[in-house]
């Protein structure tokens, strides 16, 4: 079982940066109405000592947790369905009608495809496939509103 799991938490992303004799591993976890400080440094304690119980990275690391962020990125075609009717940006690697950057609405996602709103262009379908990067985008006016 994930540590994430354990904890209650949603396990984003992880990446690991920086010089292979000092790493920086950055763990990216969400939880519904947010993640607090608190619960970014229960994480981190929990994360610790699980990677030096399995001696899983051999040298000395920094070790970030944090919130994925509100413009967070996409990062698979779960993340696509969780978030349909949210504003969106996406680059593709291939063009589509002679486009390769999107920014919109994600409409929906069947059979692998995703239908997006560009604000440009309008509705354009493509398949996740071809997601090279996603992000959500925030609306500050509706996030003021929610204050």
Not at 9 to 25: D, L, M, N, R, Y
Not at 45 to 50: C, L, S, T
Request: glycine fraction near 6%.
């Amino acid at each position: 079982m994930r540590v994430s799991d354990r904890l209650g938490f949603e396990f984003v992303h992880s990446q690991v940066a920086g010089p292979k004799h000092s790493p920086t591993v950055r763990v990216f976890i969400d939880k519904p109405g947010g993640v607090t400080i608190e619960d970014c440094s229960i994480a981190s304690r929990a994360v610790e000592a699980e990677l030096d119980a399995d001696d899983f990275i051999p040298t000395s690391y920094v070790l970030e947790v944090s919130s994925p962020g509100l413009e967070r990125e996409l990062f698979s075609i779960e993340d696509f369905k969780r978030f349909v009717g949210r504003q969106a940006k996406v680059r593709i690697k291939s063009p589509v009608n002679g486009q390769r950057n999107f920014s919109g609405e994600i409409v929906s996602v069947d059979d692998g495809d995703v239908l997006f709103a560009d604000k440009t262009n309008g509705q354009v379908r493509f398949p996740y496939k071809i997601v090279q990067k996603a992000n959500l985008l925030i609306d500050l006016e509706e996030e003021f509103r929610k204050s």
